[in-house]
Nanobody
Framework: QVQLVESGGGLVQAGGSLALSCAAS????????MGWYRQAPGKQRELVAR???????NYGDSVKGRFTISRDNAKNTVSLQMNSLKPEDTAVYYC?????????????WGQGTQVTVSS
């Protein structure tokens, strides 16, 4: 089992910045792909960014150049720095831990943290 706890959400004006953090416990953190997803009202959950165990990163098209994901394997944390925020970034942001082993996929989710960007 993996426990994920997000922090850092809140209300910010358009053009501002926020940093999210996710603390993981109960797993070999460095072996997991860690990611941030978001879900806005009435929309499907979508990938924001993910970082593989080796450090490679992927970003959703809408956040490329504005958001940066990073991980600290010594502290079992993954962070998301969000700059140049837009009202359309408003959503609940979820931390995800993903692991594949012997053709099985394992996904764990945090409880989510609200990010609201005002225009």
């Amino acid at each position: 089992q993996v426990q994920l706890v997000e922090s850092g959400g809140g209300l910010v004006q358009a053009g501002g910045s926020l940093a999210l953090s996710c603390a993981a416990s109960g797993a070999i953190f460095r072996a997991y792909t860690m990611g941030w997803y978001r879900q806005a009202p009435g929309k499907q959950r979508e990938l924001v960014a993910r970082i593989l165990s080796g450090g490679s990163t992927n970003y959703g098209d809408s956040v490329k150049g504005r958001f940066t994901i990073s991980r600290d394997n010594a502290k079992n944390t993954v962070s998301l720095q969000m700059n140049s925020l837009k009202p359309e970034d408003t959503a609940v942001y979820y931390c995800n831990a993903h692991f594949s082993l012997l053709s099985k996929e394992y996904d764990y989710w945090g409880q989510g943290t609200q990010v609201t960007v005002s225009s």
